[in-house]
T-cell receptor
Framework: AQSVSQHNHHVILSEAASLELGCNYSYGGTVNLFWYVQYPGQHLQLLLKYFSGDPLVKGIKGFEAEFIKSKFSFNLRKPSVQWSDTAEYFC??????????????FGQGTELSVKP | GAVVSQHPSWVICKSGTSVKIECRSLDFQATTMFWYRQFPKQSLMLMATSNEGSKATYEQGVEKDKFLINHASLTLSTLTVTSAHPEDSSFYICSARNPGTSGMSYEQYFGPGTRLTVT
């Protein structure tokens, strides 16, 4: 079965610190991978996604993630966080549609608090 | 980008009553919509997948008779919580798949969510 695990429940950083949020998935076949962000009081927004190709994916707002197939990981990174990055971050995985998957499965979420 | 709306944004109802939540894709037609439930400080749990014109597919453990889903048009899906109880209080989020992208790499857009409180 598909599952996603995020290592950190709550991360607290100071502004300008570097960020890395861990994400591991369990499905051994081909998967699509996503990071979503949920700012306080707002809806989920897509930060970045990986379907195939270059394993280093660049997203919006300076975020990037690296797909490491051998480690079943898709960690999110940002070299220098800002106070406005304070939010909940969700890693998600999805089996490709042609295998009758298409269900987006979310990790537990990581709350990021950035101190000004 | 594609926009998904939900109505109402919050609702308070009494135990035993039913509540309907609407999910609309505003600028695209969505053959497939998804309903999620999110508890405070927790992840989104997929409840069901809704396909236009056919019955919804429910995830294991989700009561289909309690959470009625109707996807009558390409832009509207509804979730009705029947005979609501306090334990049904939660944040319900819908998502719509944009069919404009074919194959594996389709986009999925999320609504702002509906906060349901059952007293």
């Amino acid at each position: 079965a598909q599952s996603v695990s995020q290592h950190n429940h709550h991360v607290i950083l100071s502004e300008a610190a570097s960020l890395e949020l861990g994400c591991n998935y369990s499905y051994g076949g081909t998967v699509n991978l996503f990071w979503y962000v949920q700012y306080p009081g707002q809806h989920l927004q897509l930060l970045l996604k990986y379907f195939s190709g270059d394993p280093l994916v660049k997203g919006i707002k300076g975020f990037e993630a690296e797909f490491i197939k051998s480690k079943f990981s898709f960690n999110l990174r940002k070299p220098s966080v800002q106070w406005s990055d304070t939010a909940e971050y969700f890693c998600a995985t999805r089996r490709p549609l042609r295998w009758r998957g298409g269900k987006l499965i979310f990790g537990q979420g990581t709350e990021l608090s950035v101190k000004p | 980008g594609a926009v998904v709306s939900q109505h109402p944004s919050w609702v308070i109802c009494k135990s035993g009553t039913s509540v309907k939540i609407e999910c609309r894709s505003l600028d695209f037609q969505a053959t497939t919509m998804f309903w999620y439930r999110q508890f405070p400080k927790q992840s989104l749990m997929l409840m069901a997948t809704s396909n236009e014109g056919s019955k919804a597919t429910y995830e294991q453990g989700v009561e289909k008779d309690k959470f009625l889903i109707n996807h009558a048009s390409l832009t509207l899906s509804t979730l009705t919580v029947t005979s609501a109880h306090p334990e049904d209080s939660s944040f319900y989020i819908c998502s719509a798949r944009n069919p404009g992208t074919s194959g594996m790499s389709y986009e999925q857009y999320f609504g702002p969510g509906t906060r349901l409180t059952v007293t």
